[in-house]
């Protein structure tokens, strides 16, 4: 696989991956002389378009020809007009949009050789070596199966004078690398695929919008959505909406479930509850290999449980509408990277795929992933589902193990052991919210309550921060006190932006030990990480803090440390990305206007820099990157140059609310409409507390039920390892005082302990934070601005800076 690889090679779930070059350095122009073509095939999914444009960009910024392949296989067999070449200012504007701006379409005549000699003859005319690939299994492994004939094809064009001897030497081999574009998630070797976020947020939105009309009327409803193959849609929205049952293709129901389903949704409607939702994937089957449809379910609940039954598919309606911030995020950066693998290519490197691992981009071979994602069909074919289940990795595993957990969940009654003795653990586990309000807080509440009751303990859930531990607002909550939790954003047991120390340890202390507290889960942004730390330095004067801790990090700002991602940072993004769209909208037929956005994120640029990737902002100023008047006196010549010359009409510029006490938003609107007058209007607008609202992502909803269903087994545990004789809990090791984070792919506790030295606690930062490094470059190269340099090295955060000082 070539040098790098060889330097770069590991394993994720049995499947080769490369690291990909993101974030390191790339001279521009470095490429000059090299063509390459980007096609889009099969099925359409949101965030193609980013993709096409990542790729023209990055393409460009290296020096290539790039070329647009309309139509798919379709139009490099008829060549013509449907061959064209791309240009900087014609990826303008497309990002946003859903679908495919270049068209896709099925071919037959692709799959015979004639069709491939036609396409072969074509891309030979412009000098085309290099094809970027978006599409689906079916469509990478055509693309593999030309790259495989390319010589017989060139030397058949040849022997019938249709190429030159000079063009048969210069195309004498071609280099493929894909890019999955799918909103079924159905490809092995990637955690997502591009359109599948996309996909669920029109899910969860129908979802959402037909458990209003469902429990008006009492009615049940199911739901049939995509996924003929793969469950994954199915599975992660009935996560995401509290379904009462999913059916999917790769785990299907035991014998008898008809009436285990009637049970549980009798169940439902026993304990208060108006609605019920069953959520079916369209590729649904019994065990026996039998299809279930959504009007068998349907049919099933009328008959046996009279519940007034309608059933909804979803259809199209899921490949439709604009791409989340997420599949613009993607698809940016596996577009980028695409072009990067391309261009380190030798004739003898095998085609790849550019995947997501975690937070990195990485290449993975194209034909051992296309063959795993077929074994995962034939395993089920076979009904050996188990084997289906762990080919589709290890999200799709977690995912699933969550959902079986909850479904088998039932209200506690009295929980008794074989003799009959009540035996509830008589402990009581604490939740509570600290810090500012952010989009999945309440569907961790709900995962922590459910898990934490049908274990036995009592859970309290303290409202409105330390001011309800204080002041006596401190109520146990019940089964059906958090139904329907998932779905609303903000924090539903209150919140404040607050620190335990502020209010006195030893307040706190003695309000925790008057509770008879045995385990605090607390959710929330910076303030949480920062009380819980505080609490648990305080061990050895204070008895009551000697409990097990967990914080989940739930912040917009995605400023805490120990995780990659925080909850309510992708429902911001989101939030954000819709508000630009709108923004920029808002100019059409307004000629050349600029727009100055101010973000919320304190002193942490993430937002400001990810929603700038996915709004197509020609800059984002963050406090961790600096910058100055120099800086600012080059984006405005940039957009001059931008508007004038390339004919782009609007312009976008986001800065982090904290980003420069000195260049305010104030400051830097007043000097762009001042040094662009004559070329350029500008606008300012502060966006506020518009990015902590709306409703939950589907990300933010599963991954808050992960995250509290996991706190909970690991609070037990460390209740249970530190349970006294005389039944007091003494839990006073560092381990049992933790910060739950993803890292990777990984969910870890993390002792706060080990935090402590890799936090900057003036500005509430971490002082290492992986997005600076690989996304900062790309931003900078999609905009187009002159004499980059594609690396992170000249990135340092202040934090940096000020200890080179001290050096």
Same mark, same amino acid.
């Given at each position: 696989?070539?040098?790098?690889?060889?330097?770069?090679?590991?394993?994720?779930?049995?499947?080769?991956?490369?690291?990909?070059?993101?974030?390191?350095?790339?001279?521009?122009?470095?490429?000059?002389?090299?063509?390459?073509?980007?096609?889009?095939?099969?099925?359409?999914?949101?965030?193609?378009?980013?993709?096409?444009?990542?790729?023209?960009?990055?393409?460009?910024?290296?020096?290539?020809?790039?070329?647009?392949?309309?139509?798919?296989?379709?139009?490099?067999?008829?060549?013509?007009?449907?061959?064209?070449?791309?240009?900087?200012?014609?990826?303008?504007?497309?990002?946003?949009?859903?679908?495919?701006?270049?068209?896709?379409?099925?071919?037959?005549?692709?799959?015979?050789?004639?069709?491939?000699?036609?396409?072969?003859?074509?891309?030979?005319?412009?000098?085309?070596?290099?094809?970027?690939?978006?599409?689906?299994?079916?469509?990478?492994?055509?693309?593999?199966?030309?790259?495989?004939?390319?010589?017989?094809?060139?030397?058949?064009?040849?022997?019938?004078?249709?190429?030159?001897?000079?063009?048969?030497?210069?195309?004498?081999?071609?280099?493929?690398?894909?890019?999955?574009?799918?909103?079924?998630?159905?490809? &092995?070797?990637?955690?997502?695929?591009?359109?599948?976020?996309?996909?669920?947020?029109?899910?969860?939105?129908?979802?959402?919008?037909?458990?209003?009309?469902?429990?008006?009327?009492?009615?049940?409803?199911?739901?049939?959505?995509?996924?003929?193959?793969?469950?994954?849609?199915?599975?992660?929205?009935?996560?995401?909406?509290?379904?009462?049952?999913?059916?999917?293709?790769?785990?299907?129901?035991?014998?008898?479930?008809?009436?285990?389903?009637?049970?549980?949704?009798?169940?439902?409607?026993?304990?208060?509850?108006?609605?019920?939702?069953?959520?079916?994937?369209?590729?649904?089957?019994?065990?026996?290999?039998?299809?279930?449809?959504?009007?068998?379910?349907?049919?099933?609940?009328?008959?046996?449980?009279?519940?007034?039954?309608?059933?909804?598919?979803?259809?199209?309606?899921?490949?439709?509408?604009?791409?989340?911030?997420?599949?613009?995020?993607?698809?940016?950066?596996?577009?980028?990277?695409?072009?990067?693998?391309?261009?380190?290519?030798?004739?003898?490197?095998?085609?790849?795929?550019?995947?997501?691992?975690?937070?990195?981009?990485?290449?993975?071979?194209?034909?051992?992933?296309?063959?795993?994602?077929?074994?995962?069909?034939?395993?089920?074919?076979?009904?050996?589902?188990?084997?289906?289940?762990?080919?589709?990795?290890?999200?799709?595993?977690?995912?699933?193990?969550?959902?079986?957990?909850?479904?088998?969940?039932?209200?506690?009654?009295?929980? &008794?052991?074989?003799?009959?003795?009540?035996?509830?653990?008589?402990?009581?586990?604490?939740?509570?919210?600290?810090?500012?309000?952010?989009?999945?807080?309440?569907?961790?509440?709900?995962?922590?309550?459910?898990?934490?009751?049908?274990?036995?303990?009592?859970?309290?859930?303290?409202?409105?921060?330390?001011?309800?531990?204080?002041?006596?607002?401190?109520?146990?909550?019940?089964?059906?006190?958090?139904?329907?939790?998932?779905?609303?954003?903000?924090?539903?047991?209150?919140?404040?932006?607050?620190?335990?120390?502020?209010?006195?340890?030893?307040?706190?202390?003695?309000?925790?030990?008057?509770?008879?507290?045995?385990?605090?889960?607390?959710?929330?942004?910076?303030?949480?990480?920062?009380?819980?730390?505080?609490?648990?330095?305080?061990?050895?004067?204070?008895?009551?803090?000697?409990?097990?801790?967990?914080?989940?990090?739930?912040?917009?700002?995605?400023?805490?440390?120990?995780?990659?991602?925080?909850?309510?940072?992708?429902?911001?993004?989101?939030?954000?990305?819709?508000?630009?769209?709108?923004?920029?909208?808002?100019?059409?037929?307004?000629?050349?206007?600029?727009?100055?956005?101010?973000?919320?994120?304190?002193?942490?640029?993430?937002?400001?820099?990810?929603?700038?990737?996915?709004?197509?902002?020609?800059?984002?100023?963050?406090?961790?990157?600096?910058?100055?008047?120099?800086?600012?006196?080059?984006?405005?010549?940039?957009?001059?140059?931008?508007?004038?010359?390339?004919?782009?009409?609007?312009?976008?510029?986001?800065?982090?609310?904290?980003?420069?006490?000195?260049?305010?938003?104030?400051?830097?609107?007043?000097?762009?409409?001042?040094?662009?007058?004559?070329?350029?209007?500008?606008?300012?607008?502060?966006?506020?507390?518009?990015?902590?609202?709306?409703?939950?992502?589907?990300?933010?909803?599963?991954?808050?039920?992960?995250?509290?269903?996991?706190?909970?087994?690991?609070?037990?545990?460390?209740?249970?390892?530190?349970?006294?004789?005389?039944?007091?809990?003494?839990?006073?090791?560092?381990?049992?005082?933790?910060?739950?984070?993803? &890292?990777?792919?990984?969910?870890?506790?993390?002792?706060?302990?080990?935090?402590?030295?890799?936090?900057?606690?003036?500005?509430?930062?971490?002082?290492?934070?992986?997005?600076?490094?690989?996304?900062?470059?790309?931003?900078?190269?999609?905009?187009?601005?002159?004499?980059?340099?594609?690396?992170?090295?000249?990135?340092?955060?202040?934090?940096?800076?000020?200890?080179?000082?001290?050096?």
């Amino acid at each position: 696989m070539g040098e790098h690889s060889r330097e770069h090679l590991s394993r994720k779930d049995s499947i080769w991956i490369q690291t990909g070059r993101e974030g390191q350095e790339l001279d521009a122009g470095s490429a000059t002389g090299k063509s390459l073509g980007v096609f889009t095939s099969g099925g359409d999914s949101q965030g193609m378009n980013s993709a096409v444009r990542a790729v023209v960009r990055m393409g460009s910024f290296l020096g290539c020809k790039v070329y647009y392949i309309k139509e798919g296989y379709q139009g490099m067999v008829d060549g013509g007009d449907h061959i064209i070449e791309a240009s900087w200012a014609s990826s303008s504007g497309i990002m946003q949009k859903g679908g495919t701006v270049i068209g896709s379409a099925r071919c037959a005549d692709f799959r015979q050789r004639e069709g491939r000699l036609k396409a072969a003859k074509n891309l030979i005319d412009k000098n085309i070596t290099n094809l970027v690939v978006i599409g689906g299994d079916g469509s990478l492994t055509g693309a593999n199966l030309f790259r495989q004939e390319w010589n017989s094809l060139l030397d058949e064009l040849k022997a019938t004078d249709r190429i030159t001897d000079e063009q048969r030497k210069s195309c004498s081999s071609i280099n493929i690398v894909g890019m999955v574009g799918s909103i079924d998630n159905d490809f &092995c070797g990637t955690d997502m695929t591009i359109g599948t976020d996309s996909a669920l947020h029109r899910i969860i939105e129908s979802v959402d919008s037909i458990s209003t009309t469902a429990s008006s009327h009492q009615r049940a409803f199911v739901l049939e959505v995509m996924g003929r193959h793969c469950g994954y849609l199915a599975l992660v929205a009935a996560l995401a909406t509290e379904a009462d049952w999913v059916l999917i293709p790769e785990c299907p129901p035991d014998k008898g479930w008809e009436k285990t389903l009637c049970k549980k949704l009798s169940a439902e409607r026993e304990m208060g509850l108006r609605l019920n939702i069953v959520i079916i994937a369209e590729g649904a089957i019994d065990i026996e290999g039998n299809p279930i449809t959504a009007n068998m379910v349907k049919d099933l609940i009328t008959n046996e449980l009279k519940y007034d039954t309608r059933v909804t598919v979803l259809g199209h309606v899921q490949r439709g509408g604009k791409p989340t911030a997420f599949d613009r995020i993607l698809g940016a950066r596996m577009g980028a990277e695409a072009v990067l693998a391309l261009m380190d290519a030798k004739p003898d490197t095998p085609a790849c795929v550019v995947s997501l691992d975690g937070n990195q981009t990485v290449r993975v071979p194209l034909m051992e992933c296309v063959e795993r994602t077929k074994s995962v069909q034939e395993a089920m074919n076979k009904k050996n589902f188990q084997e289906a289940v762990r080919l589709r990795g290890k999200s799709f595993q977690n995912n699933l193990a969550t959902y079986l957990r909850l479904s088998k969940l039932r209200p506690p009654k009295v929980m &008794c052991d074989p003799t009959g003795q009540v035996c509830s653990s008589g402990k009581k586990l604490a939740v509570m919210n600290i810090g500012a309000p952010a989009c999945g807080a309440n569907a961790a509440v709900r995962s922590f309550v459910r898990f934490a009751l049908t274990k036995g303990y009592t859970v309290l859930g303290i409202h409105d921060s330390f001011d309800g531990l204080l002041y006596g607002d401190v109520k146990p909550i019940g089964w059906t006190d958090v139904h329907g939790w998932t779905c609303q954003g903000g924090s539903l047991l209150g919140t404040k932006k607050c620190t335990a120390a502020r209010y006195g340890l030893d307040k706190v202390a003695e309000k925790l030990k008057e509770h008879d507290i045995s385990g605090l889960l607390i959710i929330g942004g910076f303030e949480a990480y920062h009380s819980a730390l505080q609490m648990a330095e305080a061990r050895s004067k204070y008895d009551a803090f000697c409990i097990p801790m967990v914080v989940i990090p739930c912040t917009i700002s995605n400023n805490v440390p120990g995780t990659d991602f925080s909850l309510g940072a992708d429902t911001a993004l989101n939030e954000i990305a819709d508000i630009c769209d709108r923004i920029k909208q808002s100019a059409t037929g307004t000629k050349r206007r600029v727009f100055i956005v101010e973000v919320m994120g304190g002193y942490c640029g993430y937002l400001a820099t990810m929603a700038g990737l996915a709004g197509g902002a020609d800059a984002a100023y963050i406090y961790e990157d600096p910058f100055n008047i120099t800086n600012l006196r080059d984006d405005v010549v940039h957009l001059k140059n931008k508007i004038i010359q390339l004919g782009v009409q609007r312009g976008l510029i986001l800065r982090n609310e904290n980003a420069n006490a000195n260049y305010t938003t104030d400051f830097i609107h007043q000097m762009f409409s001042e040094e662009g007058k004559g070329s350029f209007t500008c606008r300012k607008n502060v966006l506020g507390h518009m990015q902590q609202g709306g409703v939950p992502s589907p990300f933010d909803r599963n991954y808050g039920t992960k995250m509290a269903s996991k706190a909970v087994d690991y609070m037990i545990t460390k209740v249970e390892e530190n349970t006294t004789e005389d039944g007091k809990i003494k839990s006073c090791t560092k381990d049992s005082a933790v910060l739950l984070g993803m &890292c990777r792919r990984q969910l870890l506790f993390t002792p706060l302990e080990d935090l402590r030295g890799i936090t900057d606690f003036e500005k509430r930062l971490p002082k290492q934070q992986w997005w600076l490094s690989l996304v900062r470059p790309l931003l900078r190269i999609m905009t187009k601005h002159s004499n980059e340099t594609y690396r992170a090295d000249a990135i340092l955060t202040n934090v940096d800076l000020e200890d080179d000082d001290n050096a």
